[in-house]
């Protein structure tokens, strides 16, 4: 059995490199580091959002439009989490992305835009009243070899939200996507 030490050794060493991987794996996001978050947060800002909707249990009059044909339903959205989906995924507050957003703010606004044009989220507009939220927009852009996607995305607190998105795939052709809810 010469050959079981050099094998107790490799699995060894494999165990010790899969545990140095998940520790590095499981690193907590910057938040919970302590460290303070340059840009708008816009994961805190709709999830708290979502909380006060989903306790409001208000029925919201969704329309939903792709290439020109709409559908409008009156009904009660179960998880608003999952509805803000692409707003929560449009968040700049990426360690690796700390300087790559430019700010200017304004009297009632806050503008980001993106430095460089690779970053998916290429503007995001905060307006505030007396320190207030009363709207975000967010344009998202994708491009590539393959496909292009434009997402402008609206959110008007206890008014309406709205997702535009713009798809044009080079083998299957292009698809217009227009969700609209109104509160």
């Given at each position: 059995m010469y050959w079981y030490k050099p094998l107790k050794r490799y699995t060894l060493f494999a165990g010790g490199l899969l545990l140095l991987g998940s520790w590095y794996a499981c690193k907590p996001e910057i938040k919970e580091t302590g460290a303070t978050l340059k840009y708008f947060d816009m994961k805190d800002f709709f999830r708290a959002d979502s909380a006060r909707l989903a306790a409001a249990n208000k029925p919201v009059v969704k329309t939903v439009t792709h290439n020109g044909v709409t559908e409008t339903k009156?009904?009660?959205?179960?998880n608003w989490g999952q509805e803000f989906g692409l707003f929560v995924s449009s968040d700049i507050n990426?360690?690796?992305?700390?300087?790559?957003?430019?700010?200017?703010?304004n009297a009632d606004s806050i503008v980001y835009q993106a430095k460089f044009p690779e970053l998916k989220t290429r503007r995001l507009v905060i307006k505030k009243q007396d320190g207030k939220v009363i709207s975000v927009s967010v344009l998202n852009n994708i491009s590539n070899l393959l496909y292009n996607t434009t997402e402008k995305l609206m959110y008007v607190p206890g008014k309406y939200y709205q997702i535009e998105k713009d798809q044009k795939v080079k083998v299957m052709g292009a698809n217009n996507y227009v969700v609209k809810g109104v509160f």
């Amino acid at each position: 059995m010469y050959w079981y030490k050099p094998l107790k050794r490799y699995t060894l060493f494999a165990g010790g490199l899969l545990l140095l991987g998940s520790w590095y794996a499981c690193k907590p996001e910057i938040k919970e580091t302590g460290a303070t978050l340059k840009y708008f947060d816009m994961k805190d800002f709709f999830r708290a959002d979502s909380a006060r909707l989903a306790a409001a249990n208000k029925p919201v009059v969704k329309t939903v439009t792709h290439n020109g044909v709409t559908e409008t339903k009156k009904l009660l959205i179960q998880n608003w989490g999952q509805e803000f989906g692409l707003f929560v995924s449009s968040d700049i507050n990426k360690p690796a992305w700390k300087d790559s957003y430019t700010i200017q703010q304004n009297a009632d606004s806050i503008v980001y835009q993106a430095k460089f044009p690779e970053l998916k989220t290429r503007r995001l507009v905060i307006k505030k009243q007396d320190g207030k939220v009363i709207s975000v927009s967010v344009l998202n852009n994708i491009s590539n070899l393959l496909y292009n996607t434009t997402e402008k995305l609206m959110y008007v607190p206890g008014k309406y939200y709205q997702i535009e998105k713009d798809q044009k795939v080079k083998v299957m052709g292009a698809n217009n996507y227009v969700v609209k809810g109104v509160f």
